[in-house]
């Protein structure tokens, strides 16, 4: 039996199609992925987040912990800040993706609905022999991500902090309807945006505040469909997808995250060191196809006849209308332009390694 | 969800037109709406001989693609090629301007093992 998020009353009236997701029933979509797609894109887009998952991690050796169990250094944040990183098992495969946030004591990390159990687990395991208590806090969190070049003035309008202060992976404590929160300028569109994380208990109200303030903006719900096709377009990882227990950070392009050179030890460290150093045999690309052809998760893909690689994410790109995906392929094969084929029922269709993000034109504010 | 009482319906979603040895063929409203923006249907050039239960095409959604089966035996009489230009007519116009194929039947009787309109309402489409 699945549970439901704070909003899923919300999701019925306002005729979400609801679909089992992550142990949640989730509204996959409102008026259609493509329109929702491009509604986010243009105008503004809500779309209730509460069922990914919420560890807090207090104690004095908080910080030292944290850098233990994640690749990115969470010494460099400074309070209020945001930081995307990733926890590896000792072998350099990814646990999961998070966001993790620094207040003055603790830390506040974000991690994916369908990974929490095990997270919480492995987090528990590790955090023998240091100083911390970890607290699941996600039931007690209700989150939101208001997305779109028009969140800014949108939330304005009911929101007490100076939002055009917020920088990019910043946060702070405000109230918006009154009701008090974390607000985040952060999101997974490639658009300007905000999460916000409150009480559940003020769930109706503060969906009802947004949709009456976002009324000239023309907000509207948005479902799980326009989620994955707005993140696969900027090449953000999708934990399943991109990502996994058998994909290193360095291998998924994540390089940008893995501090290998931060004070301390962290958890695969090692293994990801020797990566480096003897350098990654296969790299997560996006690539487009030519024609009306789609990439789906698991085809393969090939190169004068031999496999050289498997899709990891595909999808019929609505800014872009062709077909986009992201694959492992051969390192010797990741630069941009190189061609390659994808089967697709049998057949070889020709397609490319392109730049990414896929959608450069992304109204996200720069850090 | 009503569906059409003058069509004749599939487990596999298909929808079936009968008149007299040609068969008008799409898929129901029920099934472009569980797949969602349809971005891309492909059909089998005219000519082709196609079998009754056995896949035809495909038709890619914006996240997912799903094989087309054909409800009744024959060879493709004539094809949709509205639908090269706008897939999305199978999302908006399910039984009307989103139909796909047309089957020169080659067995009619075949059209007893399809279900009538109140039958496919009554199928458990999830199980599906």
Known sequence: MEKKTPFYQQHLAAGGKMVPFAGYLMPVQFAGIIEEHRHVRTKAGLFDVSHMGEIEVRGPEALKFVSCVTVNDPAALALRQVQYSAMCYPDGGIVDDLLVYRYPEHFFLVVNASNLDKDFAWLQEQAKGFDVSLKNTSDQVAQLALQGPKAEPLLQKICDLKLSEMKFYWFATGKVDGVEMLVSRTGYTGEDGFELYFDPRQADRIWQALFAAGQEFELRPIGLGARDSLRLEMKYALYGHDIDQTTSPLEAGLGWITKLKKPGDFIGKEVLLKQKAEGIKRKLVGFELEGNAFPRQHYKMFKDGAQVGEVASGVFSPSLSKGIGTGYIKAELSAVGTPFQVEIRGKLIPARVVETPFWKQGTVKKA | ?128
């Open chain 2, 1 to 128: 969800m009503s569906f059409p009482t003058d069509l004749k319906y599939s487990a596999s979603h298909e929808w079936a037109k009968i008149e007299g040895d040609l068969a008008t063929v799409g898929i129901t409203d029920f099934a472009a709406g569980e797949l969602g923006d349809i971005v891309f249907v492909e059909l089998p050039a005219v000519g082709t001989k196609v079998s009754a239960g056995k896949p035809f095409g495909t038709v890619e959604a914006v996240k997912a693609v799903s094989d087309l089966n054909a409800p009744l035996s024959g060879e493709v009489a004539e094809i949709n090629s509205n639908l090269e230009a706008t897939p999305d007519l199978v999302n908006k116009d399910a039984y009307g301007q989103g139909w796909m194929l047309k089957i020169k039947l080659s067995d009619p009787a075949e059209a007893a093992k399809l279900m009538d309109a109140a039958a496919y309402d009554a199928m458990d489409k999830h199980g599906h």
